[in-house]
Each structure stands twice: as C-alpha cells, then as structure tokens.
C-alpha cells in the first residue's frame, strides 16, 4: 500500500500576473523572449537555484551579482526580493533597461519606509536574517533612518525614542512567532507603534502547515535552503509538533524516515515550482 500525501493548500509560486514570484518568473520569461541573450538576471530572480537555472537553461537568462558585469543596453531583471534604490540609480547611469519583478508587496514596504523616514520617525526593522535580500533592499531606502534586527535579538532592542518608533518587518516571517515576540516588545515599549508585513502567502502557507502538522504529524516542506518562508515553514510545523524535514528535491528523501509511515502532508515553500514538487509527491509514493 502506497503512501497517503496530502498536499498543502496553497501550493505552486505565489500570486499571480500582478504580484508575487509567478509575476516575476513570467516577466523574466517574457523579457527573455523578446531579447534572446540580452537580458540578465541580478542575482537569484527568486530563492530557488532551480528555477534560476531554468530559466537560463531554456530562456538564455544569464545571472550575474553585479551591474558593471552586465553590457550596456542590456535588459536587467530587479528579483523578487527588491534591491535598493543605489542599484536603480547604477542601472540607469550605465544604460541598462530595466525590468523590475520586486513583489509590489516589497514595493510597499519601500515606500513605507521612504516616507516614514522623511517624517523622521525610527524605523525598526525585523527580518528573518540581516543579510536576507528582501532586508537589504529595504533598508537601503533609508539606512540612517532603520534599525535592523532579527526575532532573535528583539528582546536585546533598547529604544532611545519609543514614541517616534515604528516597527515593520519582512513578508516572508513566522507569523506566530512574530506576534509572541512583538507581543512581548509592546509590553516593554507601549508608546511604539507597530506594522507587521507578513504576506497572505506566507500567513496561508504557515496556518495550512500548522493544521497538517497537527492532524497528520509528520510533515515534508519542499524549498530550496535558501527560501526564508520555506524555512519558517518547517519551524511552525516542528513547533505544532509534527515531525518535519525539508528538502530540496526529491533526491534527498531518505526511506528510512517513511519506516512505518501511512500517511504525510507535504506543503512547499512560495517559490517552489510545481513541477518539483511533484517529483516529491511521486517519489514518497513508492517508498
Ligand atoms: S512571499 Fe509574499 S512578498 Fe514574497 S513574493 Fe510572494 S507574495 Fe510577494
């Protein structure tokens, strides 16, 4: 008897045309095809390697970390996670045409953190690392302006100026352990005003992880090591209890981990494509 999987709601890229890696994905695909071997990738478009890779196997996508190594009046691709404004400005001045698939959810907080500052209120800022790329985007609208921390180093936070304080964070954070932490640093801080950006794909993924790993207690999370929301997947379904691995592909499944097992939600990270996450599916199937 085959193993039962269930699989998580939602699944695939997130958003659609309008938002999210799918938009980004398809701009890079699109751009591609109109400027074979024109047009470039800054950095990973989205936190998958494999679907960088495939983009530059079947488009002609080349990625590259820096903007002096892409020729001028080349097309450049802004990835998903957005980069900051001094990287616009070195495109512009070099001639490059650029093509940007920051998540307008990114967008938002940009230009959330631009006005504030030219308010001059504080910002703090908590993201899943310090060097996440979403974070450093973010914080290069205003860095004078930012204070930069991480859930862990919260409680550590000492405010001169609570009342002029703001507190926004990353999309892709653990909504529950967000709130306990936030909960706890309002308490200390009651004066500052607080304005999570978690997104929708990141809270749905997150609350259909926590149900399967309640109900099922054994849960497999597909996303590349390098995806914050695939990652914080795996922490709230090992914090709902379940036992929980995650993987990047189906290569590294371990029959030894399905011993005994009948049954196995499987939920996967925002850029995760179907296509990988099938093979998983498939693979669990026939252990
Ligand atoms: S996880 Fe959220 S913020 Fe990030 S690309 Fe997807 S929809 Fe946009």
Redesign the pocket.
Known sequence: MSIKVVIAEPHGY??NDN???QRAVRLAQKTARKQPGKTYLLGEIVHNQHVVSRLEKKYGLKTVQRIKDIPKGSMVIIR?HGVTPSVYQQAEKKGLNIIDAT?P??VQVHKEVKRLAAEGRQILYIASSKNHDEAVGVVGEAPKAVILTTLDELDKIKLKNPQKTIVLTQ??LSVLETQKKLNRFKAKYPEVEIKPHI?L??SQRQKSAIELAKRIGFVIIVGHPTSS?SNRLKEVAQTAGAKTYIVDTDKELRPEWFKGIFEVAVSSG?STPEWLLKKVIKKIKNF
Request: aromatic share 6%; proline share 0%; charged share 0%.
């Open positions: 997130c958003g938002f999210g890696v998903a998540c959810l990114v999309t892709t997104c794909a990141t929301n925002a």
